[in-house]
């Protein structure tokens, strides 16, 4: 059973060294568990920040643990009665090829509505970080003018879209032509701002001249202070995550402009997507179904190998080599 397991706790980049492969127990599944194989892995920003040692809303990944991952697993034998063997199951099983359970917060999944890769992705926690941060945290009314950063990653392809849904004027923000170009012309965003060629406040002037109703923001840093230059009057700012951030081994970079919240009468508010868990099967339906209409599309860069590339595929999070959700298929 190949694992990957926290070796040290990472300073800045993490490193390879911080990381263990070794080769854990295939254990049989005891009363009232169930034991699967791993299929595909999800890769998320806030993986970096399980490895620090500091209060979050997850108690970090211990030294000598296997690494935190969510993941999809196929049933190899069961003895609990809700998982039968070939069943996909849906749950935070670690990055390891073999993975023994007691079914608590797993969920079955249906493979013939959906690959398996979409569950970790548009109808997984992505789905539901940009559903709940737009329509709940950002409050989104149509017409609004909405802007959205890390624009061409899991999340941001699927809050952009369900803005559209939502019969509003889209701009994104990402990194490279290749990436704005699929969101305007795949993706149906109205507008794309290429953070890494275009200076961003200048963009942002000239795709939304009547100020930014609901910025949703994945990355942080400038392209915060960017968009925050920018609010109309009773925006909202959606802090969803700052991945420009967390390979700081300084302190994380704040807003320098945050008085324009008070100029413009905005709100800034965080959230974390696991506070909605009681709705995302409602969240799932409306996804499904927008993606079923064809309103939502669904993108996914999937790297195929073994659980030893789990930590070169992470890395590719941080250096904007993904478009759409990340995650390592076991072949
Ligand atoms: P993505 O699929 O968006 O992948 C990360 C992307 O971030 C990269 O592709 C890259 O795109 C961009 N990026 C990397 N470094 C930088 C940088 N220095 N400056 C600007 N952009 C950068 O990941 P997810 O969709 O899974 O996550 C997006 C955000 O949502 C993260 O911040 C994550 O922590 C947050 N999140 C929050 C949750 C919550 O409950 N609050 C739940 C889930 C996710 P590019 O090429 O455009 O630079």
């Known amino acids: 059973n190949r694992q990957v397991r926290l070796a040290a706790r990472p300073v800045g980049e993490v490193k390879p060294g911080d990381w263990e492969h070794c080769d ?20 998320d ?47 935070t099983f670690g990055v390891q090829e073999y993975v023994v359970s007691d079914g608590r ?3 079955k999944i249906d493979t013939a509505l959906a690959p398996p890769s979409t569950y970790l992705g548009a109808l997984g926690m992505p789905g539901m970080t940009a559903y709940f941060g737009l329509l709940d945290v950002g409050a ?18 699927i809050a952009g879209q369900i803005a559209k849904v939502k019969g509003c004027e889209v701009v994104g923000i990402a990194g490279g032509p290749e990436k704005c170009a699929m969101l305007t012309e795949e993706l149906g965003f109205d507008a794309a701002i290429d953070y890494r060629a275009e200076d961003v406040r200048k963009a942002l002037r000239r795709h939304a001249p009547d100020g930014i ?8 840093g400038d392209i915060l202070d960017a968009a925050l230059t920018r609010l109309a009057m009773h925006a ?6 700052a991945i420009s951030q967390y390979n700081n081994a300084t ?32 969240a799932a339906r409306d996804i499904s179904a927008w993606i079923g209409a064809g309103r939502v599309k669904v993108r996914e860069h999937v ?29």
């Not at 017409?143 to 392809?157: F, L, Q």
């Open 140 to 157: 989104l009314k149509e017409g609004e003018t909405v802007v959205v950063s890390g624009a061409a990653g899991a999340v941001g392809t």
């Open 236 to 241: 909202r700012v959606v802090v969803c995550g």
């Open 45 to 91: 920003p806030a993986m970096r920040g399980w490895l620090d040692d500091r209060p979050s809303y997850l108690p970090p990944v211990a030294i000598g643990e296997v690494m935190r991952a969510g993941s999809v697993i196929e049933v190899t034998a069961s003895r609990h009665p809700g998982f039968q063997p070939g069943d996909h199951v849906v749950g």
């Open 213 to 220: 109703d609901v910025y949703f923001d994945n990355v942080g």
């Open 105 to 107: 917060g797993a969920m």
């Open 24 to 43: 854990g127990p295939v254990e049989e599944p005891g009363p009232g568990r169930f034991a699967g194989r791993t299929r595909v892995i999800s890769l």
């Open 303 to 331: 790297v195929r190998g073994g659980v030893d590339d789990f930590p070169g595929t992470l890395q590719m999070l941080f250096r904007g080599e993904n478009t759409g959700k990340l995650v390592l298929e076991l072949v």
């Open 251 to 282: 302190p994380v970079k704040g807003p320098s402009n945050y008085l324009s919240l008070l100029v413009r009468r905005a709100r800034m508010e965080g959230f974390v997507v696991f506070d909605y868990a009681e709705r995302y099967a409602q």
